[in-house]
């Protein structure tokens, strides 16, 4: 069965540190990768998403991720957190049959950012 | 900006009552989800909707059903509340157009409390 994998529950950081948060999936073919975010007491949102072209995407508030084909990873980076980053953060991977537009989430990332 | 709304923020019910939770979308999309999200184990499927009265089991449908009688109304039902069920349900819905690259827009949630 498809699935994805957080590899980080919880990461503490101070203000200005980088960021890398791993998702890996399973899955041989084509897919649509997604990043959401849920900050406190809002709803989840779109950080970004891949489904072609350059692998490197760029979101919202200065987030990118890398589509790594070759390790089944879209990895979300931030080169310096603020405290208003921290939520939680889910990778999400659609795999394009159909279009019903269904998703399969990791099991999220709770990101501290202290200032 | 696409609006979903679920009816409820916070529900309290007892074991073995008939739960309903609603979602409303403003956006004309034909796919609709409702998942619930646990600490630890992300965002779970547990019913999608992709047409009116058309309906497919997610991941986790045990205990539930669902009920999709006009395009903007989806509806997650519990029919014999369990303390297990105790959970943030989360409604979601995405237009089908194109391909299944679209993201899911989100409601902000209910917190249901099963006593």
């Known amino acids: 069965a498809q699935s994805v994998s957080q590899h980080n529950h919880h990461v503490i950081l101070s203000e200005a540190a980088s960021l890398e948060l791993g998702c890996n999936y399973s899955y041989g073919g084509t897919v649509n990768l997604f990043w959401y975010v849920q900050y406190p007491g809002q709803h989840l949102q779109l950080l970004l998403k891949?489904?072609?072209?350059?692998?490197l995407v760029k979101g919202i508030k200065g987030f990118e991720a890398e589509f790594i084909k070759s390790k089944f990873s879209f990895n979300l980076r931030k080169p310096s957190v603020q405290w208003s980053d921290t939520a939680e953060y889910f990778c999400a991977v659609n795999t394009g049959s159909g279009n019903t537009g269904k998703l399969i989430f990791g099991q999220g990332t709770t990101l501290q950012v202290k200032p | 900006d696409v609006k979903v709304t679920q009816s409820s923020r916070y529900l309290v019910k007892r074991t073995g009552e008939k739960v309903f939770l609603e979602c409303v979308q403003d956006?004309?999309?034909?796919?609709m989800f409702w998942y619930r999200q646990d600490p630890g184990l992300g965002l779970r499927l547990i019913y999608f909707?992709?047409?009116?009265?058309?309906?497919e089991k997610g991941d986790i449908p045990e205990g539930y059903s669902v009920s999709r009688e006009k395009k903007e109304r989806f509806s997650l039902i519990l029919e014999s509340a369990s303390t297990n069920q105790t959970s943030m349900y989360l409604c979601a819905s995405t237009d089908r157009t194109g391909n299944s690259n679209q993201p899911q827009h989100f409601g902000d949630g209910t917190r249901l409390s099963i006593l």
């Open positions: 909707s992709y047409d009116v009265k058309m309906k």
């Open positions: 891949y489904f072609s072209g350059d692998p």
């Open positions: 956006m004309d999309h034909e796919n």
